[in-house]
């Protein structure tokens, strides 16, 4: 298994193989692999990988190192819908295999793939509903990366952008840094410049004054998990962007897989939220210094959650869906489960 190091952008385009399940554990906490549909094609690929690891002994040894890398893999980041689907795929395809470890281990590593290239397709579908609701001569405000890196080869957001960019390039991209770890300037910044779409990097503190002003025209963000009732959760600092543009008019579109609905959760409350350590807040240097005091208290939850009446649309490979949620969200899954719906 080979991932593009996200830690390493912009700086180093860097690539790392994992033999094994724990590396892909690691991988995924460390945020070598990020975004919510990569990191279920992540953890996809590491169930495989338990199972290649021990093809070559008993089938009950082998089916008991899947269920620990599946528990593991779950476990790894506990906001994103994502990976506890894709895990949870290949582990009931493993239960329901009857063939020997080798055939098993073949099987798990076509059903990965094939998770991975149902998010691309997904991703395509979602970018062409999407783009549709980009006006001409747009100013499209992100936040966080949605894009090829964080669904493993198209984008839900960003792909929403380069679909409206390819019928319209008057298009110009609005990129909040998203603090702590600068996954906007890091690393959304870097597939735009790659796309040739142009784009303005701005500090996060900046977006509700560019929408008062008129210069932001959409909000497109894309989702880590999304409730029954069309609660959004995703990367923090998303619930400020859209309570601004709710204030200054601003549609507030969301964009992800019907992999990342979660009908269970009636609401975005019941949603866990990682909080993840606190030396990433505090390791920002300024003028050659610490920034910060050593020591100093953090929280720092790493997603939050926006109430659906903020929501204007949620796009997902199904089409574009609006308010009531618990309504067309479901008849999203329904039709992706069964296509004749």
């Keep these: ?92 395809e493993a239960a329901a295999h009857p063939g020997p470890p080798e055939a098993l281990a073949g099987a798990l590593a076509g059903a990965a793939r094939a998770v991975h290239a149902d998010e691309v397709r997904r991703c395509e579908v979602m970018g062409a509903h999407a783009g549709a609701l980009i006006t001409r001569g747009a100013r499209v405000m992100t936040h966080c990366n949605a894009g090829a890196l964080a669904t493993g080869g198209y984008g839900t957001a960003l792909g929403a952008v380069r679909s409206a960019f390819a019928a319209d390039p008057s298009l110009r991209v609005v990129v909040p840094e998203t603090r702590p770890l600068l996954q906007g300037a890091r690393l959304t910044a870097w597939e735009l410049e790659r796309e040739g779409i142009p784009y303005t990097l701005i500090a996060d503190v900046t977006a509700a004054a560019l929408m008062a002003d008129g210069r932001v025209s959409h909000v497109v963000v894309g989702a880590d998990r999304i409730a029954r009732n069309g609660d959004v959760v995703n990367k923090i600092g998303t619930y400020a962007h859209a309570l601004a543009a709710r204030e200054h008019g601003v549609p507030f579109i969301v964009v992800a897989p019907t992999t990342t609905l979660d009908l269970t959760m009636p609401s975005a409350a019941e949603v866990p939220i990682e909080e993840r350590a ?61 296509p004749a719906t």
């Excluded at 593009?4 to 070598?32: H, K, N």
């Excluded at 990433?280 to 210094?289: I, K, N, Q, S, T």
């Excluded at 009446?309 to 479901?330: K, Q, W």
Aim: charge should be neutral.
């Design 1 to 92: 298994m080979v991932l593009l190091d996200q830690t390493r952008l912009p700086g180093e385009v860097v690539e790392v193989r994992l033999a094994a399940w724990p590396q892909v554990v690691g991988a995924i906490r460390r945020m070598v692999v990020r975004g919510a549909p990569a990191i279920g094609v992540a953890g996809a690929m590491g169930v495989a990988l338990a199972a290649r690891q021990d093809a070559g002994s008993s089938s009950d040894d082998q089916r008991a190192e899947i269920r620990r890398a599946a528990a593991a893999l779950r476990d790894a980041r506990p906001t994103a819908a994502n990976l506890a689907w894709a895990v949870d795929r290949l582990a009931g």
């Design 278 to 338: 606190a030396d990433e807040v505090r390791d920002l240097a300024l003028f050659g210094r610490p920034a910060t005091p050593e020591g100093a208290p953090v929280t720092n939850p790493a997603f939050d959650r926006t109430p659906a009446r903020l929501v204007a649309a949620i796009v997902t490979e199904a089409g574009v869906h609006r308010p009531p949620y618990d309504r067309s969200l479901a008849a999203a899954v329904a039709a992706q489960e069964d």
